[in-house]
């Protein structure tokens, strides 16, 4: 008798296949979650790398090219921002200013046939400031305080001054009994002191810092308390006045506040010791939205300084704060990104502090894994203010610089803002 | 899966199918493959977060270059000049100008790692361990850009994951030049025109100690001689001295000196002469006085010259050819001296009277007279001319002679002679050697010899001692201020013997680009879990980094600096920045007092972490409008210029100095203004996985670049 099976598994056997089934569904699920969930956070710190690596791009390319502060290629051109320039009246005498990117011709502050000669004005900017040329050396009194004069030395006006015909017959400002009104002198040397003041009101603070060798004493004879006879009250002031906050002190040129021992001529290192000289950008992404702000404004904040390097000020708006607001461009990237993308913005600071000219950057962004803000900050070597006024065309867009293997020297034929 | 033969359906035919070994092995085979790609999904984070550690790597390396060339390296104003280079901290290792010990400080941001932290750490190649083996340590990133504000405001902030990377130089540290020559720190700057340079010597020149300063030194207090601008120092210090006579002891006589005949219708030694009467009388008469006394020295430097060099119808624009090579210096002293003499006649009389010629008086001084002169405008005018063309061609052309300070009105990298220390001793030039001052305890002392590119020629005195000889040959001055004279005392050495071997010189070699290049290594590591990452103790630091002052006779207050404790607890006034070279790197973040007990999160200031700001405002370096919470803050520790310097506290309850300067109770590293503690005991090791390497030139001469 044939028996016949029917087929089919037994239990036993359906089971272990179903045990199996667990196990290889379990298995494929975790991995497939597990899966998921690596490629999702690969990808959101792929994306959270790409956006720190395009702010870092940014801020690199914004520490060469100054775009921040003077975009070449804006539309309308960009005669509205640090190109412009307005009158500005300290003790009483009103002086056209400029300020970092406003041309040299607008302010009538260049040299077109130079001479190498103590009568030459304006800018050159071929120049090159050879030790030893006796027009870059400062021929006063350097230990010559402005709020002590008593002439005792001397009057170095005879040597050097901002006039080439100094009147020197005031007996105000001596606490001598015995000096004499010496007369009208002719002083030699009245290059430097006419390109120190040329400079400071065509570009503003930062940008007389940056234009002059790092050996420079910043002041001269001229434009002083007791007019020709004594140093210059912008310069060599450590108390001028202090607007009112965040606009820093407004005409404070010289660093020091600690009274007239300091009222010197200075070099960099003292001006800028305890201050910090920014360039304020006519920019609506500054805290204190300066593309506001009027162009005499604008003027006058590139024409001040902040206390920085002070505790007392450290939180003060007078001092980092009113800084930070005026200074720091904050510039977000990628305003036009889908919804759901995080937010990145590079921020940049110019100033010169202590001797130094520095461009901070600091690149913030909101981190798409955790929601938090998270950031970089750093200080990088950057481009001149000199070589970025000279990657412009005066007219707008960017000059073109080209070189060759028979003359390696970049050269332009363009018209730059420092050009004549 | 063997099945041949069978015929399904059929009697005694079994059906065909996977054995249970086989479905084992298969599904052996797909578990492999799927926890092989799910082994590849961690892969893929580990990149980005590499890539991530490289940013961070990157941003800091592109910083800490920048800083290093771009900031001020000017030497902080400490005592920087002695007659052994042991006795102050310039003449060790806290100037060199190698990155890390240039950067290591709260306004560079970077700080050493702690030690103890540091040798937990595991490397590839073991990298890290071999470099502490070395005496090198690790660093950490503050989490502040290095802005160059004060970092006395240091705020508190949020931790970065820029702290989450460590980092070294390898390479060997260069024989780099030497920054401040500690014997005569080099170059001397005054202005042009100007007197003998005289100025501040609280110490050295108070009469009730003088002991070594040359007996008929010229020393004057105050009195009526305050706010005199060419004393190289404040209105505020009292006592002053002639400095530049100890190299030319003619020059006081420009300083002050009376007529040995009889003179302007005075008898002799009846009227001073000099640049001294005229600061204190300011007349014209007080003027021609002074500029007898130039004309004097003028004389007596160059005899018979006065038409031709100094009284001349043209600014002189070189050296006229009669003037020997070795006496340039002493011409352009003459000139400094004459051309400030004759510019005070300005305020005194009229450009009409002077036009016509005012009449110098003469002088006699030691038996010698001063010539007659005529002093006109136009040569008031050829003198200034002839003084600054001569100092800055003086100056330029000769580093290596010292006759004439260096003219402040145009400053150059000419004016720093390059030196080097030789750091191959031999058996006939071995170290220098002696003890550090004063001699209480003994302890023994050594430093390199020196070596210039070429033989400095009148080397002369320096400012700060200027009775001692370079080197110092006299005895007296090591036991100058105490009582009892240590035996023996410094060794006499000789000027020839002080030098280094001149074929030893390197510094303008010419060498290839990898001779001058170190390396950063960036290496990724968490050390802030670790429960000790706030409260363990700074890393070493360098000894001279805690200041100290040159020697010096006796203190304002409490009697004469008979130990080297005292030395300690007397140093120079500390400017703001002398505390980027000095001091602990960690300094604006340290505990003040042990924070055992204290609880994770502690923010109390009584240990030393950030206060508020009276004025409430959130300063931070993180700027502040993104919604930090970061409280208003400043650092005690950080302001207290006093507080971590010296052998003994400011007051009874504060604490240990030494322990503030060393760092002994940790530091708030992670800057939050309060006590973190990490979740990872130390007896954890923790490997660092290495993110990136960047290769730099390393200065050998200190520099700034634009």
Known sequence: MRILRTSGFTLIEMLIAIALGVVIITTCAAGFRVASQSISVANRLALENTLMRSGYFAAVEEADYWESFDDPNATPAPATSLRGSASLTYHGVATARGMAFTPLTQMGFTCAAPTNSEADRGWDSAYQWPASDPRGWYHGQIPEFMHNIDGKFGFYEVFTHLSSAPNLSSTALVQSANLVAYGVASPLHTWLPNQLEGMKNALGYYGLYDYFPANTFFGYYGHGDWGDQSLSHEWSNPDSPNTASPNGSLFKLSGFSQGYDYSTVNGRNNNTNSVSFPIVPASGFTEFRTDTLAVQDLVSRNHSSWVTNTYQAAGTSAGVSGFLGNALVRTPLMTSRPAYWPELRVQVARYANQSRFATLCRISWRSPLTGATAEAAFTVLSTTLRGARQQRRQGGGWATWTNSISDPILRTTDATLDSP | MPCAGKTPGTPGITRCGFTLFEVAISLGLAAFGVVSVMMLFPQGIKAQQMARSRFFAATKALEMVDSYNSFNNATANIDNEAPDPWDVPTGRCSSANDLERRLASPRFGIAPLPTEIAKRLDSDGDEIRQILGDGGLLYYSQPQAAAGFMETGTPAAPPVEAQ?????????????????????????????????????HQYEADPAVLQSVPADALHYSAGSFTVDPFQNSRDWDTDRMLIEDANDPDMRKVFTCTNQAASAGAPAGSVEFGYKQHFRERSLDSALRYCAAALWYCERKFPGAAASYFLTSAPLTTFPTSVPQDRKGDLVNCLRFLSHATTCLTAFAS??????????????????????????????????????????????????????????NRMIMMDHPLLEYDLFPTSSAPMLSGRIWPGNPLIPANQWRPIAAQPIVHIGRSYQFPSEDIPSANPVWSWWGSTTPPTPPYAAGQPSTFWGDPSHFTLTNTFEPSERCRQLVFWAVDWMQYEDCETAPSAPIDASRYTRSAPKARAAAGGPVDTVDKLFDAPAFMEWAQ????????????????????????????????????????????????????????????????????????????????????????ADRNFNGRLDRGTLPVSVRLRAQTVARFNYYDLRVPAMIR
């Open chain 2, 164 to 200: 989450r990377l460590v980092f070294a130089v390898v390479g060997y540290a260069q024989d780099n030049a030497i920054h401040v020559f500690p014997w005569k720190a080099w170059p001397y700057y005054t202005p042009y025109p100007s007197p003998p340079m005289h100025g501040y």
């Open chain 2, 579 to 666: 505390q980027s070279t000095n001091r602990n790197p960690e300094k604006t973040m340290i505990f003040s007092v042990p924070t055992a007990g204290k609880p994770d999160g502690y923010t109390g200031a009584d240990v030393g972490l950030p206060k508020t700001f009276s004025d409430g405002f959130a300063w931070t370096l993180r700027f502040g409008n993104d919604g930090v919470p970061t409280p208003p803050t400043w650092n005690p520790w950080a302001f207290g210029h006093k507080r971590d310097q010296g052998m003994t506290p400011l007051a009874p309850s504060d604490p240990d100095p030494r322990k503030l300067f060393l760092g002994r109770f940790g």
């Open chain 2, 351 to 408: 450009k009409g009277t002077l036009d016509a010629g005012v009449m110098v008086p003469q002088l006699t001084v030691d038996s010698l007279t001063s010539p007659a002169a005529l002093v006109t405008t136009s040569v008031i005018i050829n003198q200034h001319e002839s003084c600054l063309d001569l100092a800055m061609l003086f100056a330029a052309s000769y580093p290596y002679d010292w006759a004439a300070p260096r003219p402040e």
